[in-house]
């Protein structure tokens, strides 16, 4: 199984501010990479899609990159409504895998 | 828009049989384009894909090796909805079920993008 390993585990920044998550995966996954927010009692919702394409609806400073096994997700101006955790998701093949999650909160 | 509506017990006593049902609404379970699966969430486990089920011509399944001597995930085009039967629980099965479509994509490229989630069911196994 490919292992997805995400840092940091968890953050804290100002609101404004740019936050910046990376997601490595234990082989290459070309760009079979998506990205999830998920609120406190909420599923998961998808955000980013094939490591850097945004889901329809979903707010422009939300941005991903990489590819490969190297992977970031950024939120360029955090917004009090961004505090969730976040999970990157590999398909290249199955068993689909998560990222253990970064949970971000406003400092 | 696609809504998918779970439905099934909270509570399974250990040994015996998790069942849930996921309604769909704004789709068909008969898709040739999207996959239907099912994902659980649980603080030791965290996000856990069990296993999906799809049409492409015919009916196919793909399951977790974790659980896929104990998993069934089956449609029902009559009432276009999807089910999971997990056997033999424990209560290390305790945690979060959430039924999720993979919308697919109409090219013949790599995709899958799990756009649309149930609420999510708590099961507790426990006697």
């Known amino acids: 199984d490919i292992q997805m390993t995400q840092s940091p585990s968890s953050l804290s920044a100002s609101v404004g501010h740019r936050v910046t998550i990376t997601c490595q995966a234990s082989q290459d996954i070309s760009n079979y990479l998506n990205w999830y927010q998920q609120k406190p009692g909420k599923a998961p919702k998808l955000l980013i899609y094939?490591?850097?394409n945004l889901e329809t609806g979903v707010p422009s400073r939300f941005s991903g990159s990489g590819s490969g096994t190297d992977f970031t997700f950024t939120i360029s101006s955090l917004q009090p409504e961004d505090i969730a955790t976040y999970f990157c998701q590999h398909y290249d093949n199955l068993p689909l895998t998560f990222g253990g999650g970064t949970k971000v909160e406003i400092k | 828009q696609v809504q998918l509506q779970q439905s099934g017990p909270g509570l399974v006593k250990p040994s015996q049989t998790l069942s849930l049902t996921c309604a769909i609404s704004?789709?068909?379970?008969?898709?040739?384009?999207?996959?239907w699966n099912w994902i659980r969430q649980s603080p030791s486990r965290g996000l856990e894909w069990l296993g999906r089920?799809?049409?492409?011509?015919?009916?196919?399944?793909d399951y977790a090796v974790s659980v896929k001597s104990r998993i069934t995930i089956k449609a029902d085009t009559s009432k276009n909805q999807f089910s999971l039967q997990l056997n033999s629980v424990t209560p290390e099965d305790t945690a979060v079920y959430y039924c999720v479509r993979d919308r697919g994509c109409s090219s013949t490229r790599k995709c899958l993008y799990m756009d649309v989630w149930g609420k999510g069911t708590t099961v507790t196994v426990s006697s």
């Open positions: 704004g789709d068909s379970v008969s898709s040739n384009s999207a996959a």
């Open positions: 094939d490591a850097s």
């Open positions: 089920t799809y049409y492409r011509s015919r009916w196919s399944n």
